[in-house]
């Protein structure tokens, strides 16, 4: 038996063609196993969450390249036509052709754990994994890394192509600010990391110092996962400026200990992670939440892939519920230099794969404030509808417009969301869904370069809840795109 590479040793062996699937390269293998590493607290809070390994099945797309391989490893074996509604879009390649080249494994394990986690428990079925691919020419693939992951490509002897845990903490909220002001990059107002409920105090009656006539702020726990971790921390009302100094700290201890936090036990967390402050950002005649998005491939080229508006809810404002691309013409050309400059910083220290940097954006007359809000390593929401169009139109993006273009030269929108929920869509299987959009007519359509692409199939019968893509040749279709499928869905 050979010398057992590390984690570092193995990503070192990445070289920059493993993204290349075009007509005369030899395509990596990629195994791709969509785990989930975030904490239970984090996982409890999202519906379905364990479907979300669905959500990665848009790298079958590659399969497109006719020399392309591809395994994939799931909790529970994925149903054929959960598989075939996404290798169905796969333009000029018969399903059979592209299922010939994909082989699916599954632990046949449903329990809310990482999928690496359950893999490392299974020699046998790792070792069917590893004779399936080639030696020296294929790499992992995951939602995010963490420790369980590492230990999974050290047992495989395969790369993988993410971002080493050792530096995860630059994807942290303290890490984002952190690497903010190496870029230079305007960024709220907002404190250190703190560790305990009185340095969380501490930062607030700090932060109110410098902004004393601040209305509100945001408290992030350190490690918060889709605005899960963030809670509005609501200052006007408790009407502090004629206070003394102890009665301002009282009335602030007060509303942190009532802290509308969606993370349960957030006050242990804080112990575990830390947590900061920030001002909110508010005013001006019109906000958004914008962000772009980027790959740093093996070698350190930083790619921008995309911008996009984020639409965000839930009782913070702050949990991701979709968006709308590409971001407004007004700031996407700045965005994208966010994208450059961050995605640099990040190949300098070392960092590989996906990451994203999320802002806020006011207009005050024709001028817009552009704020850094944070950084994620990992693919994230915007992830799979931006890969999907990119895969399905084989387009691109002018970098000079941000556009992004057809091969017929359309400019293509799209909106998308993970979180189309309704109780009257408990109960549909993917296959009335699928007939459906069928006889509507609303199913993507290369031709006319419309229609809808659907993921997290199997949250629908159990949860009521769906994914999707509604793609059109301006925003105003893509809108209208999103409507009918909705209203379509909703009369069955």
């Not at 005050?364 to 390593?377: K, M, P, V, Y």
Request: hydrophobic content about 40%; some cysteine.
């Amino acid at each position: 038996m050979g010398l057992t590479l590390s984690f570092q040793d193995l990503q070192r062996q990445l070289q920059p063609d493993i993204a290349q699937v075009g007509p005369g390269s030899d395509p990596w293998d990629v195994l791709v196993m969509p785990s989930l590493n975030v904490s239970r607290e984090q996982m409890a809070l999202v519906e379905g969450a364990h479907h979300y390994e669905e959500r990665q099945l848009f790298e079958l797309i590659r399969l497109r390249q006719p020399r392309a391989r591809m395994v994939f490893v799931t909790s529970k074996l994925l149903p054929d036509l959960v598989v075939d509604s996404v290798l169905e879009l796969l333009q000029g390649v018969p399903i059979s052709h592209a299922r010939q080249r994909l082989q699916l494994f599954d632990t046949d394990d449903a329990s809310p754990r990482p999928l690496a986690a359950k893999l490392l428990e299974r020699p046998r079925l790792l070792s069917r994994i590893r004779d399936s691919l080639r030696p020296g020419r294929s790499y992992l693939s995951c939602y995010n890394v963490g420790d369980l992951e590492c230990r999974l490509s050290e047992a495989l002897q395969l790369p993988l192509m993410g971002c080493d845990p050792q530096l995860s903490s630059w994807g942290h909220k303290a890490g984002g600010r952190a690497l903010f002001r190496r870029c230079g990059l305007p960024h709220p107002d907002g404190s250190e990391l703190v560790f305990s409920f009185d340095g969380l105090l501490d930062a607030c009656l700090d932060l109110l110092e410098r902004k004393p006539g601040l209305r509100r702020a945001v408290v992030k726990l350190n490690q918060g996962f889709s605005g899960e971790g963030n809670a509005r921390l609501e200052l006007e009302p408790l009407q502090l400026h004629d206070c003394s100094p102890q009665e301002r700290r009282d009335r602030l201890r007060l509303a942190l200990e009532t802290l509308p936090m969606p993370a349960a036990g957030w006050r242990s967390q804080l112990q575990d992670q830390g947590a900061l402050v920030e001002e909110w950002l508010e005013g001006g005649e019109a906000i958004s939440s914008p962000s772009v998005q980027g790959v740093i491939h093996p070698g350190g080229r930083v790619e921008v892939l995309s911008t996009h508006e984020q639409h965000l809810g839930g009782e913070s404002g702050q949990v991701y519920l979709g968006c709308q691309f590409p971001a407004d013409p007004a700031y996407r050309l700045e965005l994208q230099r966010w994208g450059q400059a961050v995605g640099e910083a990040l190949a300098a220290l070392g960092a590989l794969d996906h990451f994203s940097v999320d802002g806020l954006a006011r207009r005050f007359g024709d001028r817009w404030d552009l704020q850094a809000i944070e950084i994620n390593l990992r693919k994230g929401g915007t992830t799979h509808p931006h890969q999907v169009l990119r895969f399905l139109s084989n387009g691109h993006m002018d970098a000079t417009t941000g556009a992004f273009l057809s091969p017929q030269g359309s400019e293509l929108h799209y909106l998308a969301t993970d979180n189309f929920m309704h109780p009257q869509l408990r109960g549909l299987l993917p296959m009335d869904l699928i007939d459906a959009v069928a006889e509507a007519g609303l199913h993507y359509d290369a031709l006319k370069e419309s229609g809808s692409v659907f993921h997290l199939l199997g949250c629908l019968s159990e949860h009521g809840k769906l994914g999707m893509t509604c793609i059109g040749t301006t925003l105003a279709e893509a809108r209208e795109v999103d409507a009918r499928t909705r209203a379509r869905l909703l009369e069955m």
